[in-house]
């Protein structure tokens, strides 16, 4: 029995790679996409970091993260101005910012000139996102929001897709083929942690699953991000599994910073300090020229 | 330390119940909702089947299948006229029939008297929907796509909520929640499988989680139907795990049921035809009346 | 590309049933082991029920459930004289009774004529069990001890395997291959919980995968017996859950039976008291009877 | 609520860790175990490596890998002689060497110097591999089995236990208490892969839980290593996935090597050649130096 035949539908076969994800998919084993976003490399030696808080908080807050982070070595400021939630309510701190939230991001680059990351939730915030944000991120509930994903890629803006954290590779690469097939070239795929049997801490939702990303290389030849600080879902295990992303050939590294995680807004247990974030991006400096990378 | 403490993040606690999903949360251990939709019982001692094939395929074959699913007891008539696909592309078997698919279903009705449910896929075809259709089924891949879920609970038409394969009973409550807060009472609650390690087969994607219908039930006063056929994508499987749907306490089946399955258009593996349908509603009614119930 | 294709390393594919485990394999779609065990009948029409306390605490406690669930309709008095436990230290209520307590269950039989079921932990005590016991339990954490199990099926002595909570099917029916080829004919399986990411409380370790009940019985001849109070952890749920695992085609139903469960010695949070037991018996008849079986 | 009371039952709080692996817990922050192995340091700065065959083929196999891996830099030779089987019959090629093949091994370890590991399978043969091996491995499927546990710690010899692939860390951790009770303080945990929803490949059962790393780090002083090459089963993540366990902190990584890899006896997907492993202990120790750390 031939290796293609093992693989059955819930995995990837040839045959899902040719007729399924063609667009997404690697022409031959070195094939890679290259593309630079805002004048950021990806997809090459360059691994990209994004950092910045969980939820734009307040105009001071976002622009002294963006400062501090740029300063630190961040190559994009991440944050959610728009904030998906399990449920219905909002506690008065977990308020979102929205078009506010928008405009200080907007205000943070242009004060710092570090470009810019947000998640669009909804069709209706596409225009208002896409003409402010030098990446749309797309957050795991929408993974399988097809309609939505075709919108999003119709913009042309460059789009990070995160992984749902119950989906197999193959619906996260049926997914980034909504978006390639649009005629978006600029897509950067997210692994976010994965529901497991067994996370270690009650506290800890997901599982950081690493071995995506050489699965994921070797069937697509888009960049694969790691983001820590959402799957561990608690601040000692950020700089280890940041490291070992580097280490197992990410593409980039996603992390929460925040000056005052006790107090952040949301997410209290995860975001790192400014001093935490200074040091592990010495690190991970460390950790890519060791494997012929730079972050 | 109290129960109350031992629950976490992940799992539900009481704190969830009061501030999490308020309208969703059971009032006192009897409290059930009960309610009618086209006429049918909801959340009693009632229990309604729905059958009907994966995909409206065509005018004749959905009104020969109601017609037999009716003769054979089926409460609903079930079938997609609007299907997601993992991957963009369609085979030629596995193209939508779209509006024409729900004309011929409310066809089906006009002519059976059976109602319908159907599922509905993006915003701009709840209307069409709405109008058509008895119940508007969320699909899976939709449950936490919230600007969606409350524009489907503000037509006031009644809803089933598939459960996400990968979600938990928290995650699916609160998408109910969401529902509910629009002021929609009329909301069902459909389990249709779940990820886990090991689902038996390899064609098999997920498995049948009937532990959930006492878990939910405990939970919430919200009606949850029992989806056997997706779940285990295994025709021998279907019929003893309906049976021990209603014997766990489902509050409804939903079943695929096709003329010639292993023609089917899609998913030929689960679909069961007219006669096994026939005697499966015989054995559903055996079983649902030594619990007390009907079918 | 065939079905058989399909079937991956980590399931179950026809060349396994024919190379891997060829006794455990059914030779024909109807071949179904039947067998007495102490005069019940196994693997044809009847569910035998197995009840009793997790741990034999005392010789009046066991005696006294013997008599109760023998009266309300128990075939087998199970009690735990040996027990597992995670970790090396014991709380004096967790004491295990060992040869004293297999001498109280034998005494518990001869006064009442419930046959008993015992689970044996290590090699040593296998001559003192497969004496006093008329099935030898083998619990989860024993089902991959190879040499253990050859020892047990040594004894000529019906057994009872367990699956382990992160056992696929392929791994179990592997592990009964182990005894089976000992010659000995007497072997039951038992589904007691596995291990997902969900499982609807953080009191609830596991979840009853009632969906192996029918995909073990398409694979093997062996009856095939369900645990829902191991596996759910959880009182309110085992009443719905046996009742389903009764529906779903199971070979045998087994439960943890306290007079007192809230003080019971062991997982309080499990176990159900005469009454209920009673109640359960009832329904479960009921259940077994609507698909043509009998408790 | 305090963070204590999230840690529910099936994962780890601190009662847990005062009452439940009072010995295999941290005393303090900075508590790690340092000891050394066969001259071997382990706990500290250094990383071992352990490489050598999934099985012990024959004299002049073992030996020539021997040679080889001791060339390139591994600390310790790793061979199966005696091999667990999911089945009990074996192929001609699966054939164990048993006594022989721990003889070889000796044989080896004579010609080269380099100290050996080996799965001690059953009590009957812990004098056997206790004389010859300088440590004992104790395999996924014997990690729950405790008689066999404390015979094992009772030879005094260094053990290495491997996590089964359906245990949280907490089951993990309390075995581990069994080792440490019996007096022996030179053990070490390995992480071999998990069972989870999805691993990406059909023919890989398993997902490297790197997340395990700082998890168990957090909770005890025991050196953790990881086991690419098992928990892949397919040779291309071998190497990013042994990059990403160093950076992860592991304190040790253990890998299949054989000279022929596709005519390896047994797993011949996953075990890497002579030359891919000189160049992955390079990568190796670029990575540790980065983190101040060395192979």
Not at 189 to 218: I, K, N, Y
Not at 234 to 243: A, D, Q, T
Request: neutral net charge; contains cysteine; aromatic residues 8%.
């Amino acid at each position: 029995m031939s290796i293609e035949n093992k693989f059955p539908g819930k995995d990837i076969s040839t045959e899902d790679l040719k007729t399924k994800f063609p667009l997404v998919a690697k022409q031959h084993p070195y094939h890679r996409s290259r593309f630079d976003i805002a004048g950021i490399e990806f997809g090459g030696d360059h691994i990209p970091i994004f950092a910045g808080p969980n939820m734009v908080e307040s105009q001071e807050l976002i622009l002294d993260i963006a400062i501090n982070v740029k300063a630190a070595g961040a190559h994009f400021l991440r944050g959610g101005a728009f904030k998906p939630l399990t449920f219905p309510y909002r506690s008065e701190r977990y308020t979102e910012t929205r078009e506010k939230g928008i405009e200080w991001m907007v205000e943070a680059r242009s004060k710092t000139g570090i470009p810019i990351i947000t998640e669009v939730m909804e069709e209706k915030y596409i225009p208002l996102i896409s003409e402010a944000a030098d990446i749309l991120q797309i957050g795991s509930r929408n993974m399988q929001n097809y309609p939505f994903l075709s919108a999003c890629a119709k913009t042309g803006k460059p789009i990070m897709l995160k992984r749902h954290y119950g989906s197999s590779l193959r619906d996260w690469l049926g997914a980034a083929e909504y978006l390639l097939v649009e005629g978006n070239q600029k897509v950067v795929l997210c692994e976010r942690g994965v529901s497991t049997p067994h996370t270690h801490r009650a506290t800890s939702r997901f599982l950081l699953d690493l071995q995506v990303v050489p699965a994921a290389q070797e069937m697509t030849h888009l960049p694969v991000v790691v983001d820590p600080s959402h799957a561990t879902f608690w601040r000692p295990w950020v700089s280890p599994m940041s490291l070992a992303g580097i280490a197992a050939g990410a593409d980039g590294i996603m992390l929460e910073v925040h000056p005052d995680p006790q107090n952040a807004a949301v997410d209290p247990l995860q975001a790192i300090n400014y001093a935490d974030f200074t040091n592990l991006v010495v690190k991970m400096r460390s950790v890519s020229h060791a494997i012929g990378r730079n972050v």
